[in-house]
């Protein structure tokens, strides 16, 4: 079989490159358009595309100032009128300028833990929204350092942080951030076969195969195909590996979820390599 995949020019790397591409492709422009993103699910398809969606609203503007209470449960007057202001700019998708108001806020004293973590929830959405997505990462991960984000705000964020670091390349810094999502128990068959790909780009082909695994007994879970994608990872990874039983192994589960004849010929027409 090994000699089957040289001679067919290592299509199944192929299939996995192009796979790979339109994912994170997919993931950057899925990112730059949705909105309040890091509370909602942004799902990037492993091999496959995505509809993309359109910016609906800002993130929610300062509440009022009321005197009466403590000034670490909201935004402080410090930046009041430089928070309504950027707020104002973003619902008029003037990016720019609500980033100008940001920073003129950022320069204000004294700061609060919770005015640092709205001005960095502001300057990643917008951030988002010039595609400048390693800024966006830098943001929400400043938010994270204020310690002010509660649980549910942090495992969004991480899972955020997770899809923001494999669209930009970052593959260690997304394979970490993945696992932590994975071990706070709220990611996705999706998530999961994003790991498995990051582990397939660092070359690592045992962790690819345990997320691999992983991302087709979650989907299983959901009552979903699994992706073919994993087992293509599989597949190759096996093949690099001379691991005869293991190749034979994904190709069927390649037959069985596609029946596409490429891989009833590597099955069928092994060779010694």
Known sequence: ?????????????????????????????????????HATDVVSVPGGTTDFKAAAEPPAAPPPIDKDQPKDSETSRVIGNEMRDAHR??????????????EAAQTKSPLTAVDLK?????????YIKINNLKAAQTAYEAELATGIPTAEETAKVFRTLFRLAAGTQQYPKAIEYGKQVADSGGATADDL??????????KDCK?????????????????????E???QFKLQCASDAGDTPGMDAAAVDLIRLTNKTNYWNTLLHRAPG
């Not at 700019?89 to 940001?102: D, I, M, T, V």
């Not at 709205?118 to 917008?126: C, M």
């Open 1 to 37: 079989m090994r000699f089957l995949l040289r001679a067919m020019g290592f299509w199944v790397w192929g299939l996995i490159a192009i796979s790979l591409s339109a994912s994170l492709v997919t993931l950057s422009y899925r990112l730059a358009s949705s909105h309040r993103w």
């Open 89 to 102: 700019a973003l619902e008029g998708r003037r990016w720019s300028e609500a980033l100008n108001f940001l």
């Open 118 to 126: 709205t001005i960095y929830d502001f300057k990643a959405f917008a």
């Open 193 to 202: 076969g994003i790991l498995a790909q990051l582990y397939y780009l660092q």
């Open 207 to 227: 962790n690819s195969s345990v997320w691999a695994d992983k991302a087709v007994a979650a989907s299983r879970k959901a009552g979903e195909a699994p992706k």
């Open 229 to 231: 994608n994993l087992y």
